[in-house]
């Protein structure tokens, strides 16, 4: 572990990759398919450690669930499918697991003990404990409900109406999950708009969602049938190669099916504003479900720009990466409203200035973000991922640009959403 140095800096990178299957859609075709009616087909599943503990916990629910390599067969039997947990449900590393788990479960008659890993245990849970209560379900867990161990007993639920005060997914889905259960209508009303991979995904199930602006109801009582569906490319896990194209001398990269869901797509307007030499090409998206598209890019002239307000919450994930790339742009870039970064797998605030700083990165904290000086020259290091994927994929990236060697530790965490990273990172430098 980070004994020997990567070993791959000061390669161009060349080729083509396909992207592993989305992490938040993986997640929501599993739940999905198991309280529908009916048999789901599910292709490009992502085999990463969070979309597999999801499998986990629903097969603990009693849910028949058939695996071949990244195809999964959920044989949904209702609402009625999901039993009573023997065990103890453990979500190891991920949020979306445990909050949108538990929004489902509120609904349920049933008893459930949900845990996860060491940074599980410091996330907050109040933000859907709070209104999961609202709607009726009891829950409880360390200090009064915001960290795990939780413990769930769910039953007769009630819409209501509901202002989560930051804009999550995580938080949107879990009420949306109770609201499909619920006794009259539910509805979220969130202070800008995050991704909507729960909403297209119960229509594509049949159900019915409004949404009007930034508000999403559903009404309770409804009755979803099993689907087919086809998991694009992360658009996350391709930032990575993304920015690695942009930055890393006389590259081209041409990455396909990525999934292009206008509420995930934040980094390609902060790479088109960069001034990155980049061309999208759309598929056609028949069932209009999830645009998808293949992108190329190659070495580009950056320039730093400010990213703040409704632009956060549709490239939070990619903040680490794009501070990275911003190292490498002419000029200052500042990030802002990023406060929710404190809460993700790690203190990604810290986390990303810690250890870019450690590479030579003329990089400051601030509040609810980060201010990154531009044109660093990378030297090299010890570095850790701190069990964070994406810390671990945005140093993997910097390395390629690194004087002098670089040592990353904790490198294992990056297969919690790409667990052939290295492998696609080879291959890249392999066409060389
Ligand atoms: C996710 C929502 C986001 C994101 C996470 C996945 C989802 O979290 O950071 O990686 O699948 O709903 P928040 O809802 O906490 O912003």
Not at 68 to 73: A, S
Not at 260 to 278: C, Q
Request: proline letters at 3%; aromatic letters at 4%; one cysteine or more.
């Amino acid at each position: 572990m980070g004994s020997k140095p990567l070993e791959y800096n000061q390669h161009s990178l060349t080729g083509e990759i396909t992207v592993p299957g989305d992490k938040s859609i993986s997640h929501r075709s599993v739940m999905f398919g198991a309280i529908a009616e009916g048999d789901t087909t599910v292709t490009g599943f992502l085999l990463g450690d969070d979309c597999l503990n999801t499998v986990a916990c629903f097969r603990q629910l009693g849910v028949d669930i058939q695996q071949t390599e990244d195809k999964l067969v959920i044989h949904g039997k209702g609402w009625s499918g999901l039993k009573e947990p023997k065990e103890v449900l453990d979500v190891g590393n991920s949020g979306t697991t445990i909050r949108l788990l538990m929004g489902l479960l509120a609904g349920r008659e049933s008893h459930s003990t949900i845990i996860g890993d060491e940074s599980i245990g410091k996330r907050p849970m109040t933000r859907v404990t709070k209104p999961l209560t609202e709607m009726g379900a009891q829950i409880d867990g360390r200090q009064n409900g915001e960290y795990t161990p939780l413990s769930i007993r769910g039953g007769q639920i009630k819409g209501i109406t509901y202002h989560p005060s930051v804009a999550s997914a995580q938080v949107k889905s879990s009420i949306l999950l109770a609201g499909l259960q619920a006794e009259g209508r539910t509805t979220v009303i969130e202070p800008e708009k995050s991704r909507d991979h729960t909403e297209r995904m119960i229509r594509q199930f049949g159900g019915i969602v409004e949404e009007d602006g930034l508000s999403v109801s559903v009404k309770g009582g409804q009755t979803l049938k099993g689907t087919t569906i086809h998991v694009p490319g992360d658009i996350s896990s391709a930032a990575f190669f993304l920015v690695a194209g942009a930055i890393v001398p006389n590259s081209s990269i041409i990455l396909k099916n990525v999934g292009l869901n206008p509420t995930r797509t934040g980094i390609i307007d902060v790479l088109k504003e960069m001034g990155a030499d980049m061309t999208i090409e759309m598929k056609s998206d028949e069932n209009n479900f999830e645009p998808v598209g293949d992108i190329t890019i190659k070495t580009s002239n950056l320039k730093g720009m400010t990213i703040g307000g409704d632009l956060i919450p549709r490239l939070i994930d990619e903040i680490p990466v794009i501070a990275l790339l911003a190292s490498q742009a002419e000029g200052q870039t500042i990030i802002r409203d990023a406060q929710e970064l404190k809460v993700k797998e790690t203190n990604r605030i810290d986390t990303v200035v810690n250890e870019l700083s450690k590479l030579g990165v003329a990089i400051k904290a601030t509040e609810d973000g980060m201010v990154i000086q531009g044109n660093n020259r990378l030297t090299g290091g010890t570095v850790s991922s701190h069990g964070d994927h994406r810390i671990g994929m945005m140093l993997a990236v910097a390395a390629l640009i690194c004087e002098n060697e670089v040592f990353l530790q904790e490198k294992e965490s990056i297969s919690v959403s790409y667990p052939q990273f290295f492998n696609d990172l080879q291959q890249l430098i392999a066409t060389d």
